[in-house]
């Protein structure tokens, strides 16, 4: 096994075993940059799948968000000599897809792109999380959060059920949406979010929290 920083030997395929863990991020970057086919083969079945899911939540059409990723995998590789790896690859390359989805949509659909501007403003973070007339004047609960440790599990985990969280999600003013497709579809890290949408850590904790008790306030009355 090379030691740390080796070089890979000469011909072999990519990925090298002999490559040390700690070098792996420039080892692939270099791969890239210099056009080796194997690298930019593994980069594409590692991440074309959460880049179509992610495609499909801005553009919410899968014929569009094809367009979509096969521009951003073009940009990315006319852009890739640029890249200074400043960010992780992975956020690099979602930032790339973000703002094409985004101006595609903008292209697709004008007068929804207005509305969800309207309905998914900053005062987000000024509207209550729940409907407010489920407490008491008091403060305390009238109407409690509805309990799901009595559902059959095959009905949490139905289709249905997944269809019925996807629609919800889609209700979602376009802000809340966004963060809660980066955290909770794509998989993405709240420091991570935060750098692709550039908005502070309060922001991003604010309509990811919104967006989840809407959707989970959906899923209670789905699953009463």
């Not at 005062?123 to 059959?152: A, E, M, Y």
Request: net charge neutral; charged share 25%; aromatic share 8%.
């Amino acid at each position: 096994m090379a030691a740390a920083g080796a070089t890979p030997p000469q011909g072999s395929a990519y990925p090298w075993q002999e490559v040390a863990t700690s070098s792996n991020f420039d080892a692939e970057l270099e791969a890239l940059k210099q056009g080796d086919e194997a690298a930019f083969e593994a980069l594409i079945n590692r991440y074309h799948g959460p880049m179509m899911r992610l495609a499909i939540a801005y553009v919410r059409d899968r014929g569009v968000a094809e367009d979509v990723v096969q521009e951003t995998w073009l940009t990315c590789l006319r852009s890739l000599a640029k890249f200074e790896g400043r960010s992780s690859l992975k956020t690099w390359l979602f930032g790339i897809l973000i703002n094409v989805a985004r101006s595609r949509r903008r292209k697709e659909s004008r007068i929804h792109a207005l509305a969800s501007f309207i309905r998914g403003d900053d005062s987000d973070s000024h509207r209550p999380t729940v409907d407010q007339s489920r407490f008491g004047s008091n403060g305390l609960w009238i109407t409690h959060p509805d309990s799901w440790s009595d559902i059959p599990l095959s009905n949490v985990l139905s289709l249905e059920t997944f269809a019925q969280v996807k629609a919800a999600i889609e209700t979602l003013p376009e802000k809340q949406r966004e963060v809660i497709v980066l955290r909770d579809v794509a998989g993405f890290e709240a420091e991570e979010v935060c750098q692709l949408l550039s908005i502070s850590a309060a922001n991003q904790r604010v309509r990811l929290h919104r967006g989840r008790a809407a959707v989970r306030k959906q899923l209670e009355d789905y699953l009463k």
